[in-house]
């Protein structure tokens, strides 16, 4: 496996990891006793979310940029995956709550609505990431048969 297709599988599998942990996060910060240590500890909602929204963003984009030459089944549902765990907490609480809409909470308004947008365009890069695969694949076989 060449170098450039390790990285960008290693991103990707990052961008899962902390999308994971997101996920993981965001439900314990419901729970009372863990946002009360959460605030002993200083940070804040803003800062819990900005870092992680930061950090898939980040890793997201690097492995699509990486591996933009390289063939990789395995980096686009990476990928895919990610935006899917990344938007599932506050997608499963805006269809219990309506209210979020409307901007439930004082430090991030339309804090939901951005993970859902980030979460989508993660979602889209290994839905591109998956089809410009799939497109050189076939592309590769068919000169193949020629040959």
Do not use: C, D, Y
């Amino acid at each position: 496996m060449k170098l450039q297709r390790r990285s960008s599988v290693g991103l990707a599998a990052a961008t899962l990891v902390v999308a994971l942990l997101f996920f993981a996060g965001s439900v314990l910060l419901m729970q009372s006793w863990f946002a009360a240590l959460v605030a002993q500890s200083g940070l804040t909602l803003e800062s819990f979310v900005a870092m992680f929204a930061i950090s898939v963003i980040a890793l997201s984009t690097g492995a699509f940029v990486i591996s933009w030459k390289e063939r990789s089944f395995l980096g686009a549902g990476l990928l895919v995956a990610s935006g899917v765990v990344f938007m599932i907490h506050p997608l499963t609480n805006f269809m219990i709550h309506q209210h979020i809409a409307t901007g439930h909470s004082e430090a991030i308004p339309w804090g939901p609505i951005l993970v859902i947008i980030l979460g989508l365009g993660i979602l889209g890069l290994g839905i591109s990431k998956g089809i410009r695969t799939a497109r050189t694949t076939r592309t590769a076989v068919a000169a193949a048969k020629q040959s």
